[in-house]
């Protein structure tokens, strides 16, 4: 971005949602490691695609935005479709998950009252039911059909909770917990992420005796993991994807580092039941975004240009000077100047990117008038939150 006018005369699941997409890899087992190929972007939608899971070898499962709210898609291997679970109107929903024996699929509802629960949701039908009352369900898993750990929220943080849907009890594990809860492969064990330390370390448990054993610790400040059938475990931190396995290993080690800027910052991984696919979840990168704020700027499009933009974006003259702040406030002044400037245009004559900072020097042409300017773009959650000139 350019001029000003006057140079030319979040309940838990509401806190600020990242832009993010969902993509897909194929696993490919190579001796003592593996090999990500054929990278798939299968939410390809502007807004919040997040916690993907496998309902089976054939469909990936996420929370996806559409009309404002967050509903359950389903995303097909075979034809590449997406389809949608459920179309509750009256909330959103998180965290889609099989439920074990069941042609159906478990997620958090955060209803427009703010009522968060536990519903199951007709795989086909999308018909639901609250499964569990009470309890203020962040993320969960299934041990069984009849046993769910989940993350409850309590107290300003999550606590490990184990639940019998036979006889409704609920047992508080531990406190100070993650959002990451796996079944562990080829055990009757449960992972989970213990933050009740300094280091945050991944710990098994078993739901019947209550025993508990660490693992590892997790790649520092890093919470988001994923099992193989192999008993390896994948965290990411950035762009790196790093892998451990209990069993043959001593410390993390680097799997791969995703190179494509569409890979910026990974949060969530899943597997399916076979471990011969990998979903991932990224932020969209910084330079995505000042890319596509960029385009509509040239194309005078005030749509695509504020869509780039959070509803809070301030505008500053460097070094600390304010001159503008809010969307609003960008409609009013970038919609009359995009009218009355034809030959707007701004070509990047240098840019570097510093973490979430996009710093560009532009050469600009407006109104039969050239000149150089510098912009420094912060993006955060998907959106530019700030932008400071020099010029």
């Not at 024996?101 to 519903?119: C, E, H, P, W």
């Not at 005796?209 to 193989?228: F, N, R, S």
């Amino acid at each position: 971005m350019r001029i000003l006018a006057p140079l030319l005369f979040c309940s838990f699941f509401a806190i600020a949602q990242s832009n993010t997409e969902v993509y897909l890899f194929n696993i490919i087992p190579e001796e003592n490691t593996v090999t990500l190929t054929n990278q798939q972007n299968i939410s390809n939608n502007d807004g919040y695609d997040n916690q993907p899971s496998f309902y089976n070898d054939n469909q990936v499962l996420f929370a996806s935005t559409r009309n404002g709210q967050t509903d359950i898609a389903s995303y097909s291997i075979k034809d590449g479709k997406v389809r949608w679970i459920n179309d509750t109107g009256f909330g959103s929903e998180y965290s889609p998950t099989k439920i074990p024996n069941q042609k159906a699929v478990s997620s958090i509802r955060l209803d427009t009252t703010g009522l968060q629960r536990l519903y199951s949701y007709d795989f086909k039908t999308g018909k639901n039911k609250e499964i569990i009352k009470g309890l203020v369900i962040g993320y969960h898993t299934w041990y069984s059909k009849d046993i769910l750990i989940s993350s409850v929220l309590a107290d300003g943080g999550l606590d490990l909770v184990v639940s019998n849907l036979k006889d409704g009890t609920n047992y508080t594990q531990q406190k100070k917990i993650g959002r990451s809860l796996h079944k562990i492969p080829n055990s009757n064990l449960i992972s989970y992420i213990s933050k009740e330390n300094e280091k945050w370390e991944i710990k098994s448990l078993n739901p019947i005796t209550g025993a508990t054993q660490k693992i590892i610790e997790t790649v520092p400040e890093a919470e988001d993991m994923c099992w193989l059938n192999n008993g390896t475990i994948l965290m990411p931190k950035g762009n790196i994807l790093y892998a451990f396995n209990p069993t043959t290993d001593t410390r993390w080690k680097i799997l791969t580092s995703f190179q494509d800027p569409n890979l910026y910052n990974i949060t969530r991984v899943a597997t399916n039941p076979t471990s011969t696919l990998l979903a991932v979840v990224s932020d969209i990168s910084p330079e995505v975004i000042i890319k596509k704020q960029l385009d509509a700027y040239n194309a005078r499009d005030i749509e695509a240009f504020l869509a780039t933009y959070s509803n809070n974006a301030q505008l500053f003259d460097f070094p600390d000077k304010k001159t503008n702040e809010g969307k609003q406030e960008l409609r009013t002044i970038f919609d009359a100047f995009f009218k009355r400037t034809p030959d707007l245009h701004v070509e990047i004559k240098n840019r570097i990117i510093i973490g979430n900072k996009v710093i560009d020097e532009e050469y600009v042409t407006a109104n039969g008038n050239n000149f150089n300017a510098v912009a420094i773009y912060e993006v955060q959650n998907g959106k530019i939150t700030k932008v400071t000139f020099i010029r």
